[in-house]
């Protein structure tokens, strides 16, 4: 039985097979290397946690009156950043959705800016 290549699982159990290689998706070594870790003589690239800004100045309320604070959240394009890249928490992200939806609509910000200056011309 240990020289099976395929087994095939038990009747009356619903979990597929499992996969070889084991892990779970996961590889070894830490963040900034390879399998074996980081490379000797290269600096290990460490990433800084990002944190809410709303949090740390402990600001409870965003003011969709404010342009300012609300424009380093919104791209050139018009979009707003998701968390990930600007490390706001959800509940901050949440409120800063609606108070730039609220700005846009009166007309406090732009819903978007234009990419390409000259007009696309389409065939008639």
Not at 66 to 72: D, I, K, N, Q
Not at 92 to 104: C, E, N, P, S
Request: hydrophobic fraction near 25%; aromatic fraction near 6%; proline fraction near 12%.
């Amino acid at each position: 039985m240990p020289d099976e290549q395929n087994p095939q699982p038990q009747s009356g159990g619903g979990a597929p097979p499992r996969r070889e290689g084991g892990g779970g998706g996961r590889r070894e070594g830490g963040p900034g290397g390879g399998p074996g870790g980081p490379r000797r003589g290269k600096r290990q690239y460490f990433r800084k946690k990002k944190v809410c800004k709303f949090c740390v100045e402990k600001i409870d309320f965003i003011d969709y009156k404010r342009p300012e604070l609300l424009a380093p959240f919104v791209q050139d394009k018009g979009k707003i950043l998701p968390r990930r890249m600007t490390g706001t928490c959800s509940r901050h992200q949440r409120w800063l959705g609606v108070a730039i939806k609220r700005a846009r609509n009166i007309a406090l910000m732009p819903f978007a800016t234009a990419a390409d200056p000259t007009p696309v011309q389409r065939p008639h």
